[in-house]
């Protein structure tokens, strides 16, 4: 996949309006691979809902996304199983993690799903990230930015596209932020993926080569 565009589209809860100032509802927004994309938002306009439109959770908006030229719509279960493998990762600002599980159960779920990056990579990524210590303790009772690190892990063992991260930072200090930064870029560089990183205030301090307001 070479190209997200969300094409006259808008969340049906906000079908009723008529004040949407917008690049990206009730317009015409392109996210191409190997760019890297800042999606500002103020809360409550819908950030977290686009994310999920693009990954196919959701359905409920007017309008169009297409992968290159395919409307999404008409994928079925087993077409999104597969680019949700192999072709679009997702930080979810939730997480989503397994609570009862460890952080490092959490992430080779997917790993030992797609069998991307070996034992010493994730390793690596860990003790980058201040985390070497939390690997077999379990999600549940780790802090809310333990968690985000431990999500970013988890999106980078598989091959994509492009990966949106939502909100990927709110909890992460200045440090915390800038290596979990350099580890998503050094990793969508390595695949040509683009990057789509979507922030309501505080996020990646990065060369973000297009800004769209939502």
């Not at 809310?144 to 970013?152: C, D, E, K, S, Y």
């Not at 990793?187 to 301090?205: L, N, P, R």
Request: charged fraction near 25%; include cysteine; proline fraction near 2%.
């Amino acid at each position: 996949m070479n190209k997200i565009i969300i094409e006259n589209a808008l969340p049906n809860v906000f079908a009723h309006r008529t004040d949407i100032t917008s690049d990206i509802w009730q317009a015409k927004a392109f996210f191409e691979r190997g760019h890297l994309y800042l999606v500002e938002a103020n809360s409550g306009t819908g950030k977290s809902s686009m994310c999920s439109y693009i990954i196919g959770y959701r359905h409920d908006y007017s309008g169009r996304i297409l992968f290159d030229s395919d409307d999404i719509r008409q994928y079925g279960t087993g077409k999104w199983v597969e680019l949700r493998q192999k072709s679009l990762s997702h930080v979810f600002q939730e997480l989503r993690l397994f609570p009862e599980l460890t952080a490092m159960e959490n992430v080779l779920i997917k790993n030992n799903l797609t069998g991307f990056k070996d034992m010493k990579q994730i390793d690596e990524w860990f003790d980058a990230l201040g985390i070497g210590d939390k690997k077999e303790q379990k999600i549940g009772k780790m802090s809310f930015g333990q968690q985000q690190r431990v999500a970013m892990i988890r999106a980078l063992v598989q091959p994509f596209d492009f990966i949106l991260a939502d909100e990927p930072i709110s909890h992460l200090d200045e440090t915390n932020s800038r290596i979990m930064a350099e580890i998503m870029m050094t990793e969508a560089k390595k695949q040509g993926a683009g990057v789509i990183v979507t922030s309501i205030g505080k996020h990646m301090d990065l060369p973000y080569e297009k800004i769209l307001k939502l």
